[in-house]
């Protein structure tokens, strides 16, 4: 089994580097998505 990791974030300016910074994983997924949106395509491919 793989380790994945989801980041979202509100915006396109926001850094992502750091929300999962020193976490071994296989794979992560982003999205760069408000909160209030259901339509997140990274977290659909992971689950």
Known sequence: ???VGY???SSEYQ???RQL???KLDKI???KTSGV???RPQLQAML
Do not use: H, K, L
């Open 1 to 3: 089994m793989s380790d």
């Open 21 to 23: 910074d020193e976490v």
């Open 37 to 39: 949106d259901t339509q």
């Open 7 to 9: 980041i979202r974030v």
């Open 29 to 31: 997924f982003t999205d």
């Open 15 to 17: 850094n992502t580097e």
